[in-house]
């Protein structure tokens, strides 16, 4: 079984307009102690401030999930 985590928050960076950038951030857990983090799922995408949605957060998730190449 695969184990995803999910983060969306602000980052320290501004777009063109000075508005602050927001990421979203979805990567796969290690399930083994000894795996290699570098073979591990990983996916970002950066919005701005007025994306900030669960409109957004949904089509992130279904390009991570077609990304992957793993069936929800």
Do not use: H
Not at 6 to 35: A, G, V
Not at 64 to 72: E, K
């Amino acid at each position: 079984m695969t184990i995803w985590e999910l983060d969306f928050y602000s980052r320290p960076l501004l777009d063109d307009n000075d508005k602050k950038l927001w990421e979203i951030l979805i990567c796969e857990t290690p399930t083994r102690i000894q795996q290699d983090p570098t073979t591990l799922f990983r996916y970002s995408e950066f919005c701005s401030n007025t994306d900030v949605n669960s409109i957004t957060l949904k089509t992130a998730i279904e390009k991570a999930i077609a990304t992957s190449g793993q069936s929800p």
